[in-house]
Structure formats: C-alpha cells, structure tokens
C-alpha cells in the first residue's frame, strides 16, 4: 500500500493502472517470449498484450474523465505492419535457441542460394564474427525447428569503419510472394542504426542485381576505399553494390513518408492556386502577338511571352520559374551535375592513394594547437568533398586543383623535411602531377 500510495503521487496512476502494470511486468509468459527473441527483436506477447481486448478495456476503465481533447492534436499514426513480423538476431553464441536457428538459416541460404558451396555457407553462418537478422514463422508448430526460418540475412559488421558486409540474404520460395525480401532489408537498416553502421557492401550476382537496387542499393560506390580494401574478399562475377544508411529514417514506414510528403506537395500547390484555378480566362485574341518577334528564339523573349498569357501570372510564375525551364537552364543544370560528379571522382581517386591518410580528415586543432598560427588556410579532402557536394564552392576543376596543392604545402610548411607527413605530401605532389591534365579536361 505504501509503495501504491509512492507511485500514485509521482505519476498520478491509479490503483488499477499500477496493478495491471505490476501483473504484466511478472508475467512469466512475456518475460520467456522475450528470452527467446532475443532482447530488441519483436516479441508477439508484447504486441498481444498490448492490444487485447482486457488491456483496452483497462485503459478506458481508469482514464480520466476530466481529460479534454487538444483541437490541434495530430491523428494517430496507422498501424504499422512490421509490428506483426517475428524477427531476430541469431549469433553463434552456443544456446540451443541460436543454433537451432543458425541449423535453419544454413539450409536456407543453401537451398536458395545453390550455387554457393554449402561449405562456405557453414563457414560464415557459424562464424562468431558474423551475425543474422532472421524472420521467423508465426505458425506455433512450427517453433523451434528448421522451418520456423522464413527468410534471412547474414552480415559481417566493422564497427570501426562504420560499415557491414551482407554475406547471404535469401527468403524462402513459399513466402516471396508477401514482400518479405523488402521488409527484410528494411528491418536490417533498422537495425544498423542502432549498431552505428553508416553503409552496406555487398557483391551481388547478375539475379539479385535488380533486388538490391530496389532495396537502395548502388553500383556508384561513394565510400572510400580506404575504408573497405582489405576486409572484403573480392568475388569474379561478382558487382560490388553499396547502400547508404541514413540514420534517422524509419525504414519501416517508408511508403507513409512518400504519401505525406506527396499530400504536402499538393496542399502547397492548392493553397498557392485556390483563386486562380477557379477562374477562366478568354481565349487569346488573333492579334495577341501582333508587335512581338514571335521567330524569336531567344530564351527571355520566349519567357516574356508565356508570362504575357493572362492567368500565368496569376498562377505564381515568375520570370525566374520561367527561365529556368528553358533549353538553356537545363543544360546549365546537366553540366553543373556532370562537373560535380567529375570532381567527386577526382577526391575519390586522391583518397585510394595510400599515402593521402594523413589528408582525409581536417588536422585536430585540439590536440596541434599551434597548427593555425603557421596554417592560415587549412584545407583537407573530407571538407572538399563537403564543398563539391553543396554544389556551390567549385566552379571549374582548377579550383579543386588549387585546393589540393594548397593542402600539400600547407602540410609541407608545418612539418618540415625529414617528417612522415611531409613525405606523404611530396608523394601526393608528384601524384597531382601526373594527373593534372584531368583537372584541365
């Protein structure tokens, strides 16, 4: 009763919300449902006793009813449907839970995948190194055996370079049809978060192409080399394929974000129009162009004209809009996008030099605190990159070629000869040498 009268007076719950809150924290049944998923992995019970009908009939038994309604107050979130999805991470951590699991990934990687030696299959899936994220079957029968594996990933993480290596990913011939493979993935990224993993790499072969570009996946590999030459074997036949992992997206709701986002759009688009679309304007007389150079192909004179048509101008066009429509714009636009991706191949190709370790990162002012006395200008290739993809700093090649001997004599001029640094940046001139013509293309 002491304890009741506590908690009541911190939370202000009442007696029946603190007892049916003590009996689902004691209940032996979710405390072993979760011992079996595996800590953070869906737990069925959780969802069930959540969502029964004794817990909702609780809940309006004990609510206030003095609470009133916020008139503002958002609609709720729909159900999500990986709510319903059993998921765990299987590691060869030797419980019989783990490795009957690990027994029915093995199988099914060998069954989907059988091209890939069953050897090496049980290499990896075994290896303590390299963990899984399984979807298991809601069919009580089907628990604790083989069958209770409906599709799964194996993945090797490298927490210090903030990368993972997906090794198999296959989902079982009966279930594809559901959209498992999607949702499997998608709980994957979910789950990367939380390990601080920032890409996947994956060799993927001629059939899985095309499912892991729908998962995300790239051929364009913007990680640094640095980061994963020499932890991953390469494969013949293989493509290696990459995903960014962004960290605050909810990877699960992913087809609610694109609907709300596309209902802003048109909020917009109604709002900026709710007078003008209503009105209806005459049909242009015969003599609306007379006194103008209609053979005119000039650009501007092209968009002076469209603006003069009654109602565009209603609309919300400008000339700005206008102009940049135009044949013109557009092939400003492909060539800023192309300068920019020439540019970025450029960084990258300075970074897979091994002597540019020293000149990826900004030099830590906290540790050389006397660098930006002799260093007026520092400059490195991560705050290039930064630049390039803002979109705005580099105008030509040559100016990235400027900044990049700039970062070699800045680096020559604080360390001096007979360092390490300033050996590295002697090597990186010679490197910029021999490919200055690129910068000039």
């Known amino acids: 009763q002491q304890r009741c009268t506590l908690s009541k007076s911190k939370s202000n719950m009442s007696d029946v919300e603190i007892l049916s809150s003590k009996k689902r924290k004691l209940s ?6 979760e011992a079996n998923e595996g800590g953070p992995s869906s737990s069925s019970a959780f969802h ?31 159900p999500n449907t990986y709510d319903n999805i059993r998921t765990a991470i299987v590691i060869n951590n030797g419980t019989r839970t783990n490795l009957i699991r690990l027994i029915g990934l093995k199988s099914l990687f060998a069954r989907q995948l059988p091209k890939m030696p069953k050897e090496y299959i049980a290499r990896l899936v075994f290896d303590r190194r390299h963990k899984s994220l399984a979807i298991l079957s809601s069919d009580p029968e089907k628990k604790d055996c083989d069958d209770e594996i409906i599709g799964g990933i194996c993945y090797r993480a490298y927490p210090e370079m903030r990368f993972a290596e997906i090794a198999f990913c296959a989902v079982s011939a009966s279930q594809q049809v559901k959209g498992y493979g999607t949702k499997l993935m998608n709980l994957l990224k979910m789950h990367a978060v ?25 051929k364009a590999v913007s990680m640094p080399k640095g980061r994963y030459q020499g932890l991953i074997k390469d494969y013949d036949g293989g493509t290696i394929m990459e995903c960014y992992v962004h960290p605050t997206i909810d990877f699960t709701r992913v087809p609610e974000m694109i609907q709300a986002q596309k209902e802003f759009i048109l909020q917009r688009i109604r709002a900026g129009t709710a007078k003008s679309d209503k ?27 469209s603006l003069a048509i009654p109602g565009v101008s209603e609309a919300g066009w400008t000339m700005a809009d206008l102009m940049a429509s135009t044949r013109d714009a557009k092939d400003s636009d492909k060539k800023k996008h192309q300068l920019k991706s020439d540019l970025l191949a450029l960084v ?24 930006l006395d002799v ?55 010679k490197y910029l040498a021999s490919i200055s013509p690129m910068f000039t293309e």
């Open 48 to 78: 069930n006793d959540s969502s029964s009908p004794s817990s909702s009939t609780q809940h309006h038994a004990t609510s206030s009813p003095n609470t009133t309604t916020t008139p503002n107050k958002l609609p709720p979130r729909p």
């Open 28 to 33: 032996p049944d979710a405390s072993h449902e």
């Open 348 to 371: 990258s190709k300075v970074q897979d030099q091994q002597y540019s370790w020293c000149f990826r990162d900004p030099v830590d002012t906290n540790e050389v605190k006397d660098y």
């Open 194 to 218: 939380t390990e601080g993993i920032e890409f996947f790499i994956t060799y993927a072969d001629n059939y899985a192409i095309g499912y892991f570009k729908k998962q995300g996946f790239t």
């Open 279 to 305: 009105v209806v304007y005459p049909p242009l007389p015969p003599d609306f162009y007379a006194g103008q150079d209609v053979k005119s192909r000039a650009e501007k004179g092209a968009a002076e004209r």
């Open 375 to 429: 260093v007026g200008d520092p400059i490195d290739l991560k705050t290039m990159e930064k630049r390039i993809r803002r979109g705005d700093w580099y105008k030509t090649k040559h100016m990235l070629f400027s900044d990049m001997m700039k970062m070699v004599n800045n680096c020559k001029l604080y360390n001096g000869e007979g360092n390490t640094y300033y050996d590295c940046a002697v090597s990186l001139e």
